[in-house]
């Protein structure tokens, strides 16, 4: 069995904890059932930072896998499972989310597929710890998701093609757990509606395609400005984004990378060579032009 999960950008700005959307670069993973009965299963890894990839059942697809196995009283069985991993870990593009939701999708698959994508996507969340990424990545799509009595609940949207979304990836890496620790645990109330309102347009204008709007509507005062002491390049790396075409620029779920959107057709070789070389002075980074992607999981058996 094959699947492929996509990255995902959470928060989008202001929608903290409570937007995402799926990016068109993926992991790939793929189980292999072995017949024997060793009940032995063996993890192999390569990719970006696949060697800060966990072999044993603390790895997240694995650990995922053997919660469905668990939960619909199977017996695990013998296993090969190969992970290519595409989107650098911890630097807020939903690595573990794809190997939370795949690895529960793939347990569901080899257990009859008894679990609803409903179920799975609220086991995703309560193993991953954010629904803005799991939703996204198991579905695909512009989403709204919040949790309701500790339910998940969301609403997907057409992912926006004609925009693009520069990936500004660092090198740094920054856990979502420390990127957590900054935030404040109170906030002005001016900061509040002025959170409300960016949040309410930064929806309307993407799904009216206002894109023009979407300069103001990125901006957050929830947790981007606390963030930022960890990312102090933040701030030059919009700047130099916004000032050259850049529709609104954002952090990417908890950092590191940085998120700038654009129309598609004002992306081109030339203008992300501009960019790289004005990024050089402040960042080590990876660039990539990704698009929204209306896909999440995709399975091939
Ligand atoms: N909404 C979460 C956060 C996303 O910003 O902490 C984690 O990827």
């Not at 939903?94 to 679990?115: D, H, K, Q």
């Not at 990417?252 to 050089?280: C, W």
Request: hydrophobic share 40%; glycine share 6%.
């Amino acid at each position: 069995m094959k699947l492929k999960l996509p990255a995902t950008t959470a928060n989008l700005g202001p929608g903290f904890d409570c937007l995402g959307a799926a990016l068109s670069l993926y992991n790939e993973f793929e189980v292999k059932v072995l017949n024997d009965n060793t009940k032995k299963v063996e993890i192999f890894t390569e990719g970006i930072d696949a060697e800060l990839i966990p072999k044993d059942e603390t790895n997240h697809f694995y650990y995922a896998l053997k919660k469905v196995f668990e939960i619909t009283k199977n017996k695990l069985l013998s296993l090969e499972i190969y992970i290519k991993n595409n989107i650098p870990l911890q630097r807020g593009l939903g690595s573990s989310a794809t190997a939370y939701v795949g690895g529960l999708v793939a347990g569901n698959i080899l257990c009859g597929e008894v679990l609803s994508e409903y179920e799975l996507v609220n086991l995703a969340a309560e193993l991953e710890g954010h629904p803005d990424n799991v939703v996204p990545c198991m579905f695909g799509g512009f989403c709204i998701t919040t949790k309701i009595d500790k339910k998940v609940k969301f609403i997907k949207f057409p992912a926006p093609k004609d925009l693009s979304v520069l990936v500004i990836i660092p090198d740094k890496k920054i856990s979502t757990e420390y990127a957590r620790k900054v935030l404040p645990k109170k906030i002005g109330f001016n900061d509040a509606v002025s959170n409300v309102s960016n949040v309410a347009l930064l929806v309307g204008s993407i799904l009216s395609k206002k894109y023009e709007f979407l300069r103001y509507a990125t901006v957050d005062f929830l947790h981007q400005p606390y963030r930022k002491k960890l990312m102090p390049w933040m701030e030059s790396v919009f700047r130099i984004c916004l000032e050259n075409k850049s529709l609104g620029c954002v952090l990417s779920g908890s950092g590191s990378t940085i998120a700038a959107f654009y129309r598609k057709k004002d992306i081109n070789e030339n203008l992300l060579d501009s960019v790289q070389l004005k990024l050089k002075k402040y960042i080590n980074c990876e660039i990539k032009i990704l698009s929204f992607v209306n896909k999440g999981v995709i399975t091939k058996e």
